[in-house]
């Protein structure tokens, strides 16, 4: 890992870019986890890398959800198990959720690290491994079609950071409710979801375990509320405004 003094007005972007190639070359991914890395990257920037009222609002939501599913879990591929394996353990714990670890390049090795990652975070159980049962997810073909009969295939609410669109699509179509973290609002991920966290990764997550113990003794009356009350166009429209502004100041400037 290269040294990278904590003064780098990019410390923390670059602490995650160094965390993630490390990880590569572990072979926990594949190398088209670096670049779906950077293009998230890309529009962390544009939105000022932090957290956006838009962005609370879904959490608070995809929480709310979470709480009212009756049986809940979290879809976890590489690049989730790698920036966030900690905060997955403890929001599935607290929830409680189950955790099922889903590849788009799904090998027994990438698998077998990802489970290792998730229980030296603190995971009892993993669904998804090599071995597993599992039912293919209607409209996708090959590996990534996978779905535990006990997890993602029975589940109502589906926690899936990071997702690809062609499986976020397939998850809603099948009558899930989808919560998904997706740093571009744009992608059909962001817009095919039921609840889209425009977030990294690395803050929404804290930020949902956060949200989850305040929501925690809330009535299933007043989760219910703040879930009906939400309206997902309407939420990344705002994101998309947050952007506009963005890029309209550095034209003035």
């Known amino acids: 890992m290269h040294e990278i003094s904590p003064n780098h007005p990019r410390y923390q972007s670059l602490i995650l870019r160094e965390k993630m190639a ?3 070359q572990e072979g926990i991914l594949a190398d088209t986890a670096l670049i779906a890395h950077g293009r998230g990257e890309a529009f962390d920037y544009i939105l000022g890398e932090k957290t956006n009222p838009p962005a609370i609002e879904a959490i608070k939501t995809g929480i709310s959800a ?30 409680p959720a189950a955790i099922e670890i889903n590849l788009f390049y799904r090998t027994p090795q990438r698998v077998e690290k990802i ?10 159980k993993v669904l998804g491994k090599e071995g597993d049962d599992y039912v293919p997810i209607p409209g996708l073909e090959g590996p990534r079609s996978r779905a535990h009969p006990e997890g993602i295939n029975r589940a109502d609410v589906v926690l899936v950071p990071l997702e690809d669109g062609d499986r976020a699509q397939s998850l809603v179509a099948s009558g899930k409710k989808v919560i998904t973290i997706d740093l571009n609002p744009l992608s059909r991920t962001a817009q ?24 925690k003794h809330c009535s299933r009356k007043q989760l219910t ?11 990344i429209s705002k994101t998309l405004d947050i952007i506009y502004h963005h890029f309209k100041q550095d034209v003035q400037s």
Not at 73 to 95: F, K, M, P
Not at 225 to 235: Q, R
């Open 22 to 24: 490390k990880a590569y």
């Open 225 to 235: 509320e703040i879930v009906n009350e939400y309206d997902n166009n309407k939420n």
């Open 66 to 95: 979470m709480l009212l599913a009756e049986n809940p879990i979290i879809s976890v591929n590489g690049n989730t198990a790698v920036l966030s394996a900690e905060d997955i353990v403890d929001l599935a714990r607290l929830i």
């Open 115 to 124: 489970e290792r990652l998730l229980k030296e975070a603190g995971a009892k």
């Open 192 to 215: 095919t979801a039921s609840i889209t966290i425009v977030d990294n990764v690395v803050r929404a997550m804290p930020l949902m375990i956060k949200e989850l113990k305040k929501l």
